[in-house]
């Protein structure tokens, strides 16, 4: 089991930066994909990023492509996202989840098997 729990989720102004943590417990982290996704107010919960058990491969929504960057510390058993340019339109509480299965989609949160709690992010405009 990999339990991740996320932080760094804040209010920030429109066209500031973030960098969100994903602490995860288990001594297998290194062994699983994580990723980063996202739930706006009445909206569904989407994929934002994810990054390979290596951290060699990365992956991003087309929205967020550019200006969001996924990373991992494999030593800290460490996820991070950096957001930087931010709008109001990334205002979501954002979730980190790992990925134990091989198969599938990983851009498909059904994918995942286990999240964080979440952390807000409120970009003001």
């Known amino acids: 089991q990999v339990q991740p729990v996320e932080s760094g989720g804040g209010l920030v102004q429109a066209g500031g930066s973030l960098r969100l943590s994903c602490a995860a417990s288990g001594r297998t982290f290194d062994s699983y994909r994580m990723g980063w996704f996202r739930q706006a107010p009445g909206k569904e919960r989407e994929f934002v990023a994810t990054?390979?058990?290596?951290?060699?491969?990365?992956y991003y929504a087309d929205s967020v492509k550019g200006r969001f960057t996924i990373s991992r510390d494999n030593a800290k058993n460490t996820v991070y996202l950096q957001m930087n340019s931010l709008n109001a339109e990334d205002t979501a509480v954002y979730y980190c989840a790992t990925r134990t299965r091989d198969t599938g989609n990983f851009y498909y949160s059904g994918d995942y098997d286990y999240w964080g709690q979440g952390t807000q992010v409120t970009v003001s405009s």
């Open positions: 990054i390979s058990a290596s951290g060699g491969r990365t």
